[in-house]
């Protein structure tokens, strides 16, 4: 009952931060400029076609009416139609959905594959040559900004060396995890550091308590008391951060997808800005910051399963 109750909290405190974000998201798509209905119809359309077709969409109506049709819209998949492919928005989200969400669990992963052996190394060698080498090299990518590294490493590795492609998704499972690793790198550029940073904090903190002094002292191998009872305690703080920066990769792909030119919703974003595709704009907002919420919201309602003080409080 402690589990459902903390579980019921969380949707309940979360449903009025989502409805606050269609409000929020509704006011500045309706603060660009333009016409959506002229953008629609084109130049040459007339006066009396663009107002029939703000009539038809319910443009001419008052703030509150459009944005009653705007959620009545969303609760019926209608997402409006891209002006530059005249296509249903919902009809070209599947495919560019994919990539990012391959590509944000693909760098997710990889940052967890590089910090913990560097955060375990470094705590189990606190202020000795091995840790200060591994404080040496997580300072550097957090000094770096995304797009550098990742134009170096698309220099270093895909056109130079040619060990990865410059560009695309590729095909099947093996050819996504090829053609990702570059921009997924990139994207775990500034995750892996503040993970390594994080967990070898945590890692020291758990050395120094009672039961694993407990454990050492029943004469437990070094490795034993590291993987058996440091490390998953000491995980326990890193699911959040773990939440957080799951958020930022939604938000960074944006770059990332725009330096190696992949078909996801960040650079479809980019170019729908630039093209003035309004309902395009909206919806990926949209999808970005429910996507952050809705992340956040999921490593609340895991936090329980990792942590016994939580279902018990």
């Known amino acids: 009952m402690p589990v459902l109750s903390y579980a019921a909290r969380r949707v309940g405190q979360a449903l009025p931060v989502a409805l606050l974000v269609t409000v929020l998201i509704f006011l500045l798509v309706k603060l660009l400029p333009g016409d959506p209905a002229a953008a629609i119809l084109g130049e040459r359309a ?63 992963v990889l940052s967890i594959l590089i910090a913990v052996p560097l955060a375990v190394v470094a705590a189990s060698h606190r202020d ?18 995304a797009f550098w590294i990742g134009i170096l490493l698309l220099i270093l590795f895909a056109l130079t060396l040619r060990w990865f492609p410059a560009a695309g998704f590729g095909e099947g499972f093996g050819g996504h995890l090829r053609y990702l690793f570059l921009p997924a790198l990139t994207l775990s550029h500034a995750f892996a550091p503040v ?27 070094r490795r034993a008391v590291l993987l058996g009872h440091v490390l998953p305690a000491a995980l326990l703080p890193i699911v959040s951060l773990l939440g957080v920066r ?11 997808e725009t330096v190696f030119a992949l078909p996801g919703l960040g650079s479809w974003m980019v170019e729908s800005i630039l093209a003035r595709d309004y309902m395009v704009v909206q919806t990926l907002t949209l999808a970005f910051a429910l996507g952050a919420l809705l992340i956040n919201l999921a490593t609340d309602l895991l936090y329980p399963l990792f942590d016994p003080r939580v279902r018990i409080g």
């Open 46 to 108: 007339s006066d009396q076609a663009v107002r029939a077709l703000r009539q038809q969409w319910g443009l001419d109506r008052p703030l509150p009416v459009q944005y009653g049709i705007y959620l009545r819209n969303l609760a019926t998949g209608d997402l409006g139609q891209s002006l530059r492919y005249r296509t249903p928005v919902v009809e070209l989200l599947p495919r560019r959905t994919t990539v990012t969400l391959f590509l944000v669990a693909y760098s997710t």
């Open 195 to 221: 993970l390594t940073r994080n967990l070898r904090s945590a890692l020291i903190d758990v050395q120094r308590t009672t039961y694993v002094d407990f454990a050492r002292a029943k004469g437990l191998p």
């Open 246 to 256: 799951l958020s930022y990769a939604i938000g960074g792909s944006v770059v990332i």
């Open 128 to 145: 000795r040559w091995p840790d200060q080498v591994v404080r040496a090299l997580i300072t550097l990518p957090l000094a770096s900004p």
